[in-house]
C-alpha cells in the first residue's frame, strides 16, 4: 500500500514510520524543511521524504495528485510541549491545515485517512472512556482536536473516504520528549536523583509507543470508520509508574513516595475502554508494563552511553 504521513519526525511517528516500513508500505513522509531526521534516520533510505509544510499545503497538490496514496496516517501537530500546548494559538492552524488535508487527500483519491487524538476530547470525569463517552474538552488542544475529528469523519459521509479518528491516551518509549514524565523519571534516577512525581495519585492509562503504531497500522488495514480508542485498558497511577522504573533499575529508594502530592493538574481518573479496537482489529494489548518499561530504559542507556556529556 502506497501512504502519506505527516508527523513522522515525531515521537509517535517516527514509529509508525519504522513499522510501515517493516510491513513493506511505500511511504511517503511529510517533513518540515527545517525538521531533524534523527529519529528516522535508519529508516530514510527506504522511504520518500517530502520536504513541505502543512501551513502552505497548496503547494503539495500536484505531488499529492501524482503519487494518489491510497491512505494517509495524519499525526503532524502543533509541537506537544509540556506546559505550553494545551492553550498554545498554533492548534487552530492544525485545524485549519488538517480540513485543507482531508480535501486534498479525497481529490488525490484517497481511500482511507487516519487521524489521531486525544482521550481529553471526552469528559474525563466518567474516568473510564469509551467511544460513547460524552466529549467534553477542556483546553484549545483537546477541542481543535475534537473539531477536526468531527469534521473529518462528516466529510467521510460526503465523499466515501473511510476515516478513522483514533483517540490516544498516555503513551511511552524510546524516543521520547525528555520533558515527559517517563524519561523524567529515568533520567533522575540514572543520574542519582531523587524524583517526586507531582499528581502521583493520579491514574493514567500508559501504553508502549511501537503499540500504538501498530494500533494505527492495522486501523488502516480495517473497516473501523469514526472514533477509536488505542490505550491499554489498564489504569495505573503516576506513583506506581515511577515505582516500577525504580524497581526496574535498582532504584526504588529515590522514589519520593512520601510527597507524592496532587499538585499537577488534570483529571484524577482516566483510563481507556479499548473493547472497540479489539473486537475490529487482531490488537491486543500488551501482558505486562514492565516490558516496555525495560525497553524504554535500555534506550536511554544507550542513548546516554553515546552522548559525549554522559549523566552530566
Not at 500504538?212 to 469514526?226: H, I, P, T, Y
Request: proline share 6%; charged share 20%; with cysteine.
Amino acid at each position: 500500500m502506497r501512504v502519506f504521513i505527516t508527523g513522522a519526525t515525531g515521537f509517535i511517528g517516527s514509529h509508525l514510520t519504522r513499522l510501515l516500513v517493516q510491513h513493506g508500505y511505500e511511504v511517503y513522509a511529510l517533513v518540515r524543511p527545517t525538521a531533524d531526521l534523527w529519529r528516522i534516520a535508519d529508516v530514510v533510505p527506504s522511504i520518500q521524504i517530502v520536504r513541505g509544510d502543512l501551513g502552505s499545503l497548496e503547494g503539495l497538490v500536484p505531488f499529492l495528485n501524482e503519487i494518489r496514496p491510497r491512505g494517509c496516517f495524519h499525526l503532524a501537530w502543533y509541537p506537544a510541549v509540556p506546559g505550553k500546548y494545551l492553550m498554545a494559538r498554533g492548534n487552530l492552524e492544525m485545524l485549519e491545515a488538517g480540513i485543507r488535508l482531508a480535501r486534498y487527500l479525497t481529490n488525490a483519491g484517497c481511500e482511507v485517512l487516519v487521524g489521531t487524538g486525544t482521550c481529553l476530547e471526552y469528559d474525563t470525569e466518567f474516568g473510564y472512556l469509551s467511544e460513547s463517552t460524552p466529549s467534553k474538552p477542556q483546553s484549545l488542544y483537546a477541542a481543535t482536536k475534537l473539531a477536526l475529528g468531527m469534521a473529518m469523519t462528516h466529510w467521510a459521509t460526503v465523499t466515501g473516504l473511510r476515516v478513522v479518528w483514533a483517540r490516544l491516551f498516555q503513551e511511552f518509549g524510546p524516543f521520547e520528549d525528555e520533558r515527559r514524565l517517563v524519561p523524567l523519571v529515568i533520567l533522575s534516577l540514572l543520574r542519582n536523583e531523587r524524583f517526586r512525581p507531582l499528581g502521583g495519585r493520579q491514574v493514567r492509562d500508559y501504553l508502549p509507543v511501537e503499540e500504538v503504531a501498530e494500533a494505527l497500522r492495522l486501523l488502516m488495514e480495517s473497516d473501523v470508520r469514526g472514533p477509536v480508542n488505542v490505550g491499554s485498558g489498564m489504569p495505573i497511577s503516576v506513583l506506581e509508574l515511577a515505582r516500577k522504573i525504580g524497581s526496574a533499575l535498582g532504584r526504588a529508594h529515590l522514589i519520593d513516595a512520601e510527597d507524592a502530592s496532587d499538585e499537577a493538574a488534570g483529571p484524577a481518573f482516566i483510563c481507556a475502554g479499548n473493547r472497540y479496537l479489539q473486537t475490529q482489529t487482531p490488537w491486543r494489548p500488551p501482558i505486562t508494563l514492565e516490558r516496555g518499561l525495560t525497553r524504554t530504559i535500555e534506550w536511554w542507556e544507550k542513548r546516554l552511553g553515546e552522548s559525549p556529556h554522559g549523566l552530566a
